[in-house]
T-cell receptor, first 119, second 112 residues
Framework: GAVVSQHPSRVICKSGTSVKIECRSLDFQATTMFWYRQFPKQSLMLMATSNEGSKATYEQGVEKDKFLINHASLTLSTLTVTSAHPEDSSFYIC???????????????FGPGTRLTVL | GNSVTQMEGPVTLSEEAFLTINCTYTATGYPSLFWYVQYPGEGLQLLLKATKADDKGSNKGFEATYRKETTSFHLEKGSVQVSDSAVYFCALSDSHGNQFYFGTGTSLTVIP
């Protein structure tokens, strides 16, 4: 149980376009989802935390107008990189925590990540 | 504040060698501690965890003990395999369980 998927796994886009990345919890209800960014050979940097039905909380230094996060349901959160530029190229990873059938998952389950390349 | 310090890599070992990756932390309250593994091109997978002092997490031959007195959570494996080649991240979650802090990751390469 507790599987998180991401789509797409890889995306290449032109500079100036917007890209949407989906994060889904497949077998549990994700009350909270997290979006991370990972630069090559570096650790994960938390970008934002989103709770279902409310606005995301962004970490300091993360542009909320650039990285739009929507968590409209208990199984889906989306990250939209607006007007992407080459410096936005990175590995984006989501994670989720929540509950299913009364069992509270108080740990984060990570998606497989999305490799974004902006040309 | 909370933070995790992890030994820098890369680490290269021969198959069947003993592995230790050091991890120390700074935290307020009573954090939970984790080791995650990331294989090339993939996301993070939970390797093991410990939620309170003196707990030992173990999985796939890897072990780590939550040492509050030394604020450490070192990862060990007695005999590594080529398939263990990956990047290993030490992490802690705060007492509320809703914020993770990651170390910088340690790249391990096991050669036959």
């Amino acid at each position: 149980g507790a599987v998180v998927s991401q789509h797409p796994s890889r995306v290449i886009c032109k500079s100036g376009t917007s890209v949407k990345i989906e994060c889904r919890s497949l077998d549990f209800q994700a009350t909270t989802m997290f979006w991370y960014r990972q630069f090559p050979k570096q650790s994960l940097m938390l970008m934002a935390t989103s709770n279902e039905g409310s606005k995301a909380t962004y970490e300091q230094g993360v542009e909320k107008d650039k990285f739009l996060i929507n968590h409209a349901s208990l199984t889906l959160s989306t990250l939209t990189v607006t007007s992407a530029h080459p410096e936005d190229s990175s590995f984006y990873i989501c994670s989720a925590e929540g509950h299913l059938a009364g069992i509270v998952y108080n740990e984060q389950f990570f998606g497989p990540g999305t490799r974004l390349t902006v040309l | 504040g909370n933070s995790v310090t992890q030994m820098e890599g890369p680490v290269t070992l021969s198959e069947e060698a003993f592995l230790t990756i050091n991890c120390t932390y700074t935290a307020t309250g009573y954090p939970s501690l984790f080791w995650y593994v990331q294989y090339p091109g993939e996301g993070l997978q939970l390797l093991l965890k410990a939620t309170k002092a003196d707990d030992k997490g173990s999985n796939k031959g890897f072990e780590a003990t939550y040492r509050k007195e030394t604020t450490s959570f070192h990862l060990e494996k007695g005999s590594v395999q080529v398939s263990d080649s990956a990047v290993y991240f030490c992490a802690l979650s705060d007492s509320h369980g809703n914020q993770f802090y990651f170390g910088t990751g340690t790249s391990l390469t096991v050669i036959p």
